[in-house]
Structures are given as C-alpha cells and as structure tokens.
C-alpha cells in the first residue's frame, strides 16, 4: 500500500520545509515565512489617501496628534482666499515604525505641502540651509572627549515646524479638518511645514 502522507515531489533524502522550520534547523538569523508574511502585510496596510485612513482608529488618532502639534505651534492662520496668489495643495502621508521584532511601533501621520507646486521668486527664494560637516563634528567629539565633556543627544520634536517663514505662503486646509463655518479660507503659513523647498533653511 503506498503511503499518501509523503510528498510525492520530496526524495527520499529531500526534508520538508515544515519539518526544517519545527526542528529548529534554519540557519541563524533567517525569518519564518509567517514572519515574513506579518511584515509585508504590515507594509500594504499604509493608506494612501485621508479616505482610507479615515476608517482606522489608529490612523484617526496620529492625524489627531498632528493637527494638535501644529494648532500648538501656530503653524498657521486662517484667511480669506486672494485672488492671483498661488494656494498650494496639501497632502497626508502615512508611515508605520516598526519595532526591530517587526511588530508595529507607531502609526505616524505627517501633513505636508505640494512643495513642487511652489513657484520662484513668489513662494520662495533661497533654499540653501547651512549644515555641519562631519569633520567639524568629529573635532567636537574628539575634544570633549579629551576634556571630558558630558556630550547630550537631543531630538526636537517636529523640528521644521519651528522655524519662521519670510514669503507669504498661502495652502490649502488639511482634509477632512477644514474648520466649520470658514470653509471659502485659506491657511497662511506663519511657520514652515514639511515639504516646503525653503523648509530646512527656515
């Protein structure tokens, strides 16, 4: 009687992939398909639109956060709509941090400008922003470890959300907050906001 049990397409000194994974036998360092599988799907689960995102608490709650961050910082103030001034369009784009295991960290939703909508010499100027050289930060390291110097390590939260903008910018509301009663206004910017081309010299 032939047995059913076997694979027909395995040799008789050929090993199964299931039996590889319950015996321990993958080499070090190597994931599981259902590990690989979870992160993929983790992946595609990013919407692509405020529609989407609008459907899923989580995503609900990281818009939430950053509307409040930038109501907090007065990023902007609401206006009435000028007529030859260019309104820049607006988007959300939405992003999941995950963990070194794989497993989800963070639902982060960041509202940003059209940057490529904007037009020279009306929307911006100059977009050069000064940056340390890594020369300069690897003295500044190798002094104060010879002065033995405590060295601190900060991030600022929504950093390009604190700088000051010299031009007169003018977007539209974020979807789905556009405030009741002003929908005909548009919001001028009074800080940066990401995506904008003079945003890092801000």
Not at 10 to 24: H, Q
Not at 42 to 64: F, G, H, L, Q, R
Request: proline letters at 2%; one cysteine or more; glycine letters at 4%.
């Amino acid at each position: 009687m032939t047995d059913t049990s076997k694979d027909p397409f395995l040799g008789d000194d050929e090993v199964d992939l299931d039996d590889i994974e319950n015996e321990r036998l993958a080499a070090k360092g190597t994931r599981s398909l259902s590990e690989i599988y979870n992160r993929c799907n983790v992946a595609i689960s990013e919407p692509a639109s405020y529609t989407e995102a609008a459907t899923d608490k989580n995503w609900v709650n990281a818009m939430n956060n950053e509307i409040s961050m930038i109501q907090k910082n007065i990023t902007w103030m609401l206006v009435d709509r000028l007529k030859r001034k260019n309104i820049i369009s607006v988007k959300w784009i939405f992003r999941i941090k995950l963990n070194p295991n794989g497993s989800v960290n963070k639902y982060k939703a960041r509202f940003v400008v059209k940057g490529y909508a904007q037009v020279y010499g009306e929307d911006y100027i100059e977009t050069f922003a000064a940056v340390a050289r890594h020369d300069t930060i690897k003295m500044l390291i190798a002094l104060s470890t010879r002065e033995e110097w405590s060295i601190y390590c900060l991030d600022v939260k929504s950093a390009f959300l604190n700088g000051y903008l010299l031009e007169d910018i003018f977007i539209k509301q974020p979807e789905g907050y556009v405030e009741e009663g002003f929908e005909g206004k548009v919001c001028k910017l009074i800080k940066a906001l990401f995506d904008l081309k003079q945003a890092p010299r801000a």
